[in-house]
């Protein structure tokens, strides 16, 4: 019998405490804050689902799961399923893992972290080619701030070297808050311990599979692409900014749940015009009924 491969499944990782945003944060998630005419969770969610990723784990603070379920409910009326999970304690990004393992189950699966947005004409392509990669892929962005993040760099025999908020970074690329892995991650997660924060790192998770040769797919994300790391009130106001020049400029909406699910075929004309007509929001209404037509 030909074996089938399973259809990737996809986290947001949507707690944390938000501190730099304080005092906002104190009682609403950073995910559920606006960026132009949206709520923040809106853009990775719509970057799972244009990877084609229906089944999607929400994971977030017991304080905000309800304003979350109230949002998206269970994705169903977009042709998805989105389910929810609580992280009690923030311990790092490879914690989804820990958190999300019976929701992954034996499927691979896609990590975006809740603060991230990416835009770009290829990066659906680009995702497509992750979601064929057998291993691991990770997302580079070159950026004036890499000590920001982790870094990845490449020697001239190709060599791949990862550091986590290096004091003197070895490259200028980034890597971003978008992770593919296959289902062997949960065991990976396994055997990271927690760094001098008292965190897990996402860096020592993708060296174990660095360590085993080949296993690493580095995607670029180059000219043509933005990555937006909102994680701060000016990158917040930056995003926004963003998102109302291009669609301006464009007539387009960016990150709109609906337009994406029936672009996939995840919903017909019937529902889209159902949903269109339940917005409260004309202008967004009669963009969404402009699809049909």
């Known amino acids: 019998m030909r074996n089938v491969k399973k259809k990737r499944k996809g986290i947001i990782l949507a707690g944390g405490l ?45 304080n905000d799961l309800e304003l979350f379920k109230r949002l998206l409910g269970n994705g169903k009326e977009w042709g998805m399923k989105i389910e929810y999970a609580i992280q009690k304690k923030p ?32 990066l659906v392509k680009k995702m497509k080619k992750a979601d064929q990669f057998e291993f691991a ?24 070297k990862i550091e986590e908020k290096p004091k003197k970074p070895k490259s200028n690329l980034a890597i971003t808050g978008l992770y593919f892995f296959n289902n062997q991650v949960i ?11 008292g965190e897990l790192e996402i860096t020592d998770l993708i060296k174990l599979y660095i360590n085993k040769k080949s296993m690493l797919n580095i995607e670029m994300l180059g000219r043509g692409f933005a990555w ?3 994680g701060s009130f000016d990158t917040m106001l930056d995003a926004s900014t963003f998102v109302r020049t ?48």
């Open 18 to 62: 938000g501190t730099r945003l304080y005092p906002t944060t104190k009682v609403v998630s950073k995910q559920l804050l606006m960026i132009y005419d949206k709520p923040l969770i809106y853009y990775p969610l719509s970057t799972l689902m244009l990877a084609n990723i229906k089944e999607v784990l929400i994971i977030t603070s017991p």
């Open 91 to 122: 311990a790092g990004l490879p914690q989804a893992f820990t958190i999300g393992k019976n929701f992954i189950g034996n499927s691979s699966v896609a990590l975006i972290l809740g603060d991230n947005i990416f835009y770009g004409s290829e």
């Open 137 to 160: 892929t990770v997302f580079a962005y070159q950026t004036n701030h890499p000590e920001r993040y982790g870094v990845i760099s490449l020697s001239k025999s190709n060599d791949i």
């Open 187 to 197: 065991n990976y997660v396994k055997k990271i311990k927690p760094s001098k924060r």
């Open 228 to 230: 937006l790391d909102t």
């Open 246 to 293: 291009i669609q301006e400029r464009q007539g387009l909406i960016i990150a709109s749940p609906e337009e994406i699910s029936y672009r996939n075929g995840w919903i017909n004309k019937i529902k889209l015009n159902k949903l269109a007509n339940n917005q409260k929001n004309i202008n967004y209404k009669n963009y969404l009924l402009s699809l049909i037509k």
